[in-house]
């Protein structure tokens, strides 16, 4: 079986600006993602989805042909997660968030069996801090405890909000000094330089960076475009059970959120599961 999985950041819902004004972007946004046809959904961003009995969460399963995994995550920004799927080739059976307050914009572990997948999929929409790169560190060093903790073919996906591990970095007279601030850092000449420090801990933490993984390979640096504010700050990051499985990735640049989507194609029967771990705690 060949599985999508697309992330996207909807941008204060998908619905509205920064001010809750409603600015026309939910069809062609709902559109965009369901023209992929994805398996799983990893959404950030669901400013209001919970607001008047759920209703755009609703529309959301109707357009997308998606179900939520569990609910929505709780968030102490207001601007939560979510893990949608398709049912029939998928069927949730686990939804974690006993560590949803440990991160700004909460966190939710999915776990899914997949027709024909020997293992479990554990898939969490990550959403880390954009406001402190080591503070972001810590969220980075949960999630990808969390990733590893049923049967280990896991996936995180969604808005690192931070520098990879090696991406050519903009120039930082070009970055806002509230971004400056948060997510960069000076060297030794007291340069201004980028802080790797998520990318590094979530490596660090035993998960792959599938882009930057398919560019080596690829020799493609194509597949490092930028998703939003000149950084690939969305991104995907795999166990090692699941990286031989890893056969494309796309950005998907549709222009209906500030962040362009990611889609990774996962072909399941090359699944590693002699990479994979007992359940741990």
């Not at 500030?258 to 771990?277: R, V």
Request: glycine share 8%; proline share 6%.
């Amino acid at each position: 079986m060949l599985l999508r999985v697309l992330s996207q950041n909807l941008a204060y819902g998908g619905t509205a600006d920064s001010e809750g004004r409603p600015d026309g972007r939910w069809d062609p946004l709902m559109a965009a993602i369901a023209a992929h046809a994805p398996h799983v959904l990893c959404a950030q961003e669901l400013a209001r989805w919970e607001d008047h009995s759920h209703q755009r969460l609703a529309a959301a399963e109707h357009a997308l042909g998606l179900r939520v995994l569990g609910g929505i995550t709780p968030s102490r920004s207001a601007n939560p997660t979510a893990v949608m799927y398709r049912p029939g080739p998928l069927r949730w059976t686990q939804w974690e968030t006993r560590y949803a307050r440990e991160l700004h914009h909460g966190l939710g572990v999915g776990v899914l069996e997949v027709d024909k997948m020997a293992l479990p999929l554990t898939v969490i929409s990550a959403h880390l801090t954009p406001y402190s790169a080591n503070q972001a560190a810590i969220e980075a060093q949960i999630v990808a405890a969390r990733a590893w903790r049923y049967q280990g073919a896991g996936i995180v996906a969604g808005d690192i909000n931070h520098f990879p591990l090696d991406d050519q970095a903009p120039a930082s007279e070009s970055i806002p000094r509230y971004n400056r601030s948060s997510r960069w850092t000076r060297d030794a000449s007291g340069d201004w330089v980028p802080n790797r420090i998520v990318g590094e801990k979530l490596h660090a933490g035993g998960l792959t960076d599938a882009a930057l993984h398919l560019s080596r390979h690829r020799g493609d640096p194509d597949l490092l475009a930028p998703t939003a504010g000149k950084v690939r700050v969305d991104q995907a990051h795999l166990t090692p059970a699941l990286l031989p499985a890893l056969v494309d990735y796309t950005v998907l640049d549709h222009g209906h959120s500030d962040h362009a989507g990611i889609l990774i194609t996962l072909d399941t029967d090359l699944i590693d599961t002699a990479a994979a771990q007992p359940d741990w705690i």
